[in-house]
Structures are given as structure tokens and as C-alpha cells.
């Protein structure tokens, strides 16, 4: 395979950084981890960045600046354009980093940067459980709640890049207080952060499934925990799943009724708990929305794990070529 | 002029019918207006529909026939490929009817069917405030509460022509019964109903300018009834307003946060009290929204009126022209 059907994807964490060098059909075929908190200022991320990209082109027998391209997801707002991070809320010393321009100049091949759940989406789009949709919403579940769009095979970024905060979309105005100061997001509502607080005030019960296996666990309560307790029985556990139900059923209705798509796919690491709260969800969304945008929407679990964002990058550097090219 | 330079635009509302022979910049050259319960069966109104566009044309000096296009816009859901009207909530017997292929059968000229709210988008989009947006959203606020969405000049349908049921997002679990059976919806806190409802409950206070303007009007509420009184101080009638401006900013957050829209339109009937809601409407969307997202948008009212719904019909026939020819 010549060199040019290769691109590298990253995928930028909060906790590790994730590259694969990808071939057209979607194969990963060489990976590397990095750890998030050891790559220092954005400066050393570069360095080290391009060192690890250089080291997983050599081993497959070529230079970067050979590959079709490169794409970083980042985790925040960035402007694809120029491929410029606006700024990374978890990763501080991170604003207006031209990491495109950084990179290329390192690389000396193409390099893209966008959104982490803009390039999930389009990775799940082109490879995974999004394939064929005409109007896909992706949703990743974790301790953010986020959102991307693919129309017609090509991201919606608004006007300014900022689309798909499915996160902070208004569900309750009298709900839980969110990560961005506001009440009732639907991230306040079924983030990480929210779950955990349900699954500690279950513990109240204390003779529970989730209080015996959060003394196992020393009293840390965590999302795999509540799930564990959810499948042995535990009826608050149960219930802390069918309320993230209740409320991503209410989310989707509202995405449903705006935007019609046909794929609704859900990714994050809560889709874990799928069949905790998918159920709900899907009652939900049935009921508040109309047959004829309802029975046009399937609503699916992400296939592509971790992988999605790398594979969404590297989709990305094939779509945007075959656009220059005019293909 | 040539008569290929024409189209017809038809705006077809609960109350009336109202017709436009509309030049390629927008003039309104001629106009017609039917009663819409004068019109009868769908077969009855085909015919008197047609027999009203003939007679624009004619005093123009030439057949239907020779029109760029027609394009009617219908107040429900419609088959936009296959010119078909769904259903018209307000307007019984209207149910599977291929208004496109009937209207070219008896005129002999290109027929397209919209929804009106689509329309009214489209048409601010090409002739009015919504004029060089790239992501257009428009809204009209009425009895329905609608929305379309206009992105890089094309209209956005969703997968089953469903898509901008602004009204139907959820703002309030707990809010208002909408009319269409569930709680809370966009159009049930602000639609033209639940205003009358604020306006008559604030009649307890009997000796205020509200209960007075009731009294002169034999006590039927009305919209602008209640804006009257806001404007002429009663602070009842002005709570009505700023409670609009409250849930509609808290609806055009949502949007702003899922397609960071360069532009929104806002028109209908309700929109007359734009001052009266706007400024609660804008605080809170600049207080919801990200920054990136907030400082992209503008937010302003129609500037068509009443007309919007017919040059949007005309702009559709160009656009979809265009399309053809390969422009």
C-alpha cells in the first residue's frame, strides 16, 4: 500500500492521548498511547506528539510528511478552519493554540484538527454504526455530555464551530446545577458528576446491593459500580439508570423535533450502561415525539468504542482530499 | 419582462389564502386573497385555487403555463419530493393530497408544496432579515409556534420533511399542556393560547388597565389587547410579555447551543410585540449560551410580514430552477 492511502488519527483526552495510523478501509494498523498529564505545555505536546506520529509512520517503512494527512480531535472549542484550539476546559495552558500550523511545521504533512465528539461522529458515520445515514447525531454520555452532527456525509459545525452542545441543551429549568453555572443542562442532568450524586444519595438505604459494594470499593462510588449494583438488582441503582433514561429521552425528543435525523448514534463511556437506561430513553422519545419524525429515527449504540475519534479523524483527511481534489 | 421570469407564490393559512405574482427581485406585482372557508374539499380548492392563479397571470398577460413556478405553502407536514400534503391539523379532509400534481395537471406549470414555516424562513432568508445568513433558523410565534431552517441557501428538511418543530422542544417538564398532549412545550408556555391564559388569569386584579381594555372589549382577551395594556403600563399585561421573553430565550439557547446559527428570524402574528419580549428574550439567551456561540448570532425580527410565506414560495421555485439547470 503506497503511503498516501495512510492517515494518522488522534484522539486528545482528558486522560490519554490516542493515535492510530489508519489505512482507507478503516483497519487500524499501528497504535500509541500517550498519557495526557505528562505531555506538559502545548509546546512539549507538540514535541512529543510529532515524535510518536514520526515513530508510527517509520515503523510501517515511510516518512509523515507521506501520509494523506492528520487529525486531532480535541476536547473543547476549536476553529477547524484554522485549525487553531480555542481553548481545552480540563487541560490547562491550553488557548488559541495553532496546533495545525505546529504540526505541519513539524510533520511537514497535511494536518486538521476539530472537535472530539464532531470527529466521533463522523468516524461512526463512515465506519460504524452510522453508516448510510443521511442526517446522523452523534451524543457521547461521560462526565461531559456532547454532540455532533454529519448531514449528508459532511460535519455541520454552525456558524462559528461551536454546533452540537447537545450537553447544555435546556431540559428542566429546575434542575441539577450544571459544570457551565446553568441549571437543567442535559449534561447537569445525566453527566457523570449527576449519576454519582444520585448513586451516593441511594446509599442512605444502607443495607443495599450499592452500599455493600461501595463499602467493597471503600465508599468510592463510581458509574460501573452503580451500573454492577443496576444488574444485581438494586432498585435505586435500577432507578439512577432509568432517570438517565428519562431525561436522554427527553433530549432526543428535542433533537428529533428540531432536526429529523434518521441515526441517532451514542457513544461516551455511560453507553455503557445501555441497557440500564436505553429502554427509558426510547419510551421516552416515542411518546413526546410525532410518528412521522419518531418512525424516521433509529437510535443506535456506537460500534467503534475509543476508537471512533481516531477513525473519525482519519475520515476527515479522506473527505476533505477528495474534496480539494474536486472527486 | 418574460413570463419565465414569474413565479406564483401561495400562502395558504387557517384564515386565508393569500396569492402573489412575484418578480425575480421580490416584487409583489399582483395579488389575490381567498377565504380558506369558502374553499371546501381539496378537490374544490384545487379548482378555485387555479382559477385564482389564472386570473393573476392573465391580467399580467400571459398563461399559468408559462410561470417560472408555483409553489404553495401548506400549514402542516408535507411531502415537499412528491408535493404531497400530509395533513393540515386546522383544516378538516385534508389528508394524502397530492396538491402538486393536481394543481400542474389543471395549470400545466411546475407546482412545489413546502410547509409555510419553511417558507417564511426561506423567504426572509432571500428578500428579508434573513438576507446573507449562512445558518438561518426562522421562528413564527402564533397559535403554532414554527420553525425552519435555512443553511448555505438550501432549506433543511430532516429525513421525513419533519424537521424545525421549534415549538415542540421541551422547555418545561412541568410547564403548560401543549396541544399537542404533552407538558412544557416551547409552544405551549408561548403560543397564542397560554398568552390568554396569563392575560385572563391577571384579570383577578379587576380595577388594573388590562381589566379595563377587557371590559371595553366585552370581555374577550386578545393578544393585542394584553400588548395595549403592557404598553400603557398594566404590570399584569407586562409580566405576560417578559414570561414570553423568558421561555423563548431559554428555546433559542437550545438552538443557539445545537447550530450555532449565524442568524434567527422571528415572525407570526405574536412578533408585533416584539418589544415587548425581546429584551427578556435576548438577556437570556446571552446567559445560557456559550460566548463563541452567543456573540455569532443575530437575533431580529421579519421584515415580510405577511408576505414572507409567498416570496418564499417564489424563492423556492428559483432555487429549485437553479438546481435543475445546474447553475
Redesign the interface.
Known amino acids: 500500500m503506497k503511503a498516501r492511502g495512510w492517515a494518522v488519527g488522534v484522539d486528545f483526552g482528558g486522560t490519554s492521548v490516542r493515535l492510530g495510523l489508519i489505512a482507507r478501509d478503516g483497519r487500524i494498523r499501528r497504535r500509541r498511547r500517550l498519557v495526557s498529564r505528562e505531555l506538559g505545555t502545548p509546546a512539549e505536546f507538540v514535541a512529543r506528539l510529532s515524535e510518536a506520529i514520526r515513530a508510527l509512520t517509520r515503523a510501517q517503512g515511510f516518512d509523515p510528511s507521506r501520509l494523506a494527512g492528520l487529525c486531532v480531535g480535541a476536547p473543547g472549542?476549536v476553529d477547524s478552519e484554522r485549525g487553531v484550539v480555542?481553548e481545552l476546559v480540563n487541560v490547562p495552558g491550553w488557548r488559541r493554540v495553532p496546533l495545525a500550523e505546529q504540526l505541519e511545521r513539524r510533520l511537514r504533512c497535511r494536518c486538521l484538527v476539530d472537535n472530539d465528539v464532531n470527529l466521533f461522529t463522523l468516524g461512526e458515520w463512515r465506519f460504524g454504526a452510522g453508516r448510510g445515514a443521511?442526517?446522523l447525531i452523534g451524543i457521547t454520555l461521560g462526565t461531559g455530555v456532547g454532540?455532533g452532527l454529519v448531514?449528508e456525509g459532511a460535519l455541520?459545525?454552525?456558524?462559528?464551530?461551536?454546533?452540537?452542545?447537545?450537553g447544555?441543551?435546556?431540559?428542566?429549568?429546575?434542575g441539577r446545577r450544571c459544570g457551565?453555572g446553568?441549571r437543567g443542562c442535559l449534561e447537569g442532568q445525566i453527566g457523570t458528576r449527576a449519576i454519582l450524586a444520585r448513586g451516593r444519595s441511594a446509599l442512605r438505604h444502607r443495607r443495599g446491593i450499592l452500599a455493600r459494594l461501595a463499602r467493597q470499593a471503600n465508599g468510592a462510588m463510581s458509574a460501573p459500580l452503580i451500573r454492577r449494583a443496576a444488574y444485581l438488582g438494586d432498585p435505586d441503582a435500577r432507578r439512577v439508570w432509568t432517570d438517565v433514561g428519562r431525561w436522554l429521552g427527553?433530549g432526543l425528543?428535542?433533537?428529533v423535533?428540531?432536526?429529523?435525523?434518521?441515526r441517532i448514534v451514542i457513544g461516551g463511556g455511560l453507553s455503557h450502561s445501555w441497557r440500564l437506561f436505553a429502554p427509558t430513553a426510547m419510551a421516552v422519545l416515542r411518546?413526546?415525539?410525532?410518528p412521522?419524525?419518531a418512525?424516521?429515527?433509529q437510535v443506535v449504540r456506537g460500534r467503534l468504542g475509543d476508537d471512533a475519534g481516531m477513525l473519525g479523524g482519519a475520515a476527515l483527511v479522506w473527505g476533505t482530499l477528495q474534496h480539494a481534489a474536486g472527486e
Open positions: 472549542p480555542h443521511g442526517q454532540g448531514c455541520y459545525r454552525g456558524a462559528s464551530g461551536a454546533a452540537g452542545e447537545v447544555h441543551m435546556l431540559v428542566d429549568p429546575r457551565c446553568q427527553l425528543a428535542n433533537l423535533h428540531l432536526l429529523n435525523p434518521d411518546e413526546r415525539t410525532f412521522i419524525a418512525g424516521a429515527v
